[in-house]
T-cell receptor, first 110, second 116 residues
Framework: GIQVEQSPPDLILQEGANSTLRCNFS?????LQWFHQNPWGQLINLFY???GTKQNGRLSATTVATERYSLLYISSSQTTDSGVYFC????????????FGKGITLSVRP | DAGVIQSPRHEVTEMGQEVTLRCKPI?????LFWYRQTMMRGLELLIY????????DSGMPEDRFSAKMPNASFSTLKIQPSEPRDSAVYFC??????????????FGPGTRLTVL
């Protein structure tokens, strides 16, 4: 099956700093989503972004499908951004069957 | 909309007992997914339904696990008999693929299952 690698595995930031989270995948995809799991365990969808660039407030994401990677940018980080960020993909043959990466644990310190 | 609803939120049971987890998807969504999250294995897709029909159950770990979707607004995941290694957080998610050129999945709050 498709492989998803996220980096770095852990990230510690001072409040106000910017960061880039990376997701590499091993095969063509037609579905890529970024999720944030908050410290209470709730999974929130951030972006549906199989290609191109999207922005939502302080967050933006870019997927370069031909090079098999996606980036999530967090600007002016806040303590509420802490949690685990997951990238999930589905390949062309199974659009709804998402495979999740192991996640990136982000800690934003005040 | 209330979002995806799961019950119970926490379940503690003893080995050998039957466990039933419940999910109500977002109204109008035609896809429903069951995931399991553990420290060792991360987030795994167990099974998903389209229009109440199971499409792929290859992630269901054993015959002890079964899932049903009798109608568009309700699904169950059953474990019988339960074992300590089934302890995990079980998430239900739903999506409306194709209706808005997006396949965004919306997750419920999860059920934390502990099998003693």
């Amino acid at each position: 099956g498709i492989q998803v690698e996220q980096s770095p595995p852990d990230l510690i930031l001072q409040e106000g700093a910017n960061s880039t989270l990376r997701c590499n995948f091993s095969d063509s995809v037609n579905n890529l989503q970024w999720f944030h799991q908050n410290p209470w365990g709730q999974l929130i969808n951030l972006f549906y972004i199989p290609s191109g660039t999207k922005q939502n407030g302080r967050l933006s994401a870019t997927t370069v499908a031909t090079e098999r990677y996606s980036l999530l940018y967090i600007s002016s980080s806040q303590t509420t951004d802490s949690g685990v960020y997951f990238c999930a993909v589905a390949n062309t043959g199974a659009n709804s069957k998402l495979t999740f990466g192991k996640g990136i644990t982000l800690s934003v310190r005040p | 909309d209330a979002g995806v609803i799961q019950s119970p939120r926490h379940e503690v049971t003893e080995m050998g007992q039957e466990v039933t987890l419940r999910c109500k998807p977002i109204s109008g969504h035609d896809y429903l997914f069951w995931y399991r999250q553990t420290m060792m294995r991360g987030l795994e897709l167990l099974i998903y339904f389209n229009n109440n029909v199971p499409i792929d159950d290859s992630g269901m770990p054993e015959d002890r696990f079964s899932a049903k979707m009798p109608n568009a607004s309700f699904s169950t995941l059953k474990i019988q008999p339960s074992e300590p290694r089934d302890s995990a957080v079980y998430f239900c998610a739903s999506s409306s693929f194709g209706k808005a050129s997006t396949d965004t999945q919306y997750f419920g709050p999860g059920t934390r299952l502990t099998v003693l």
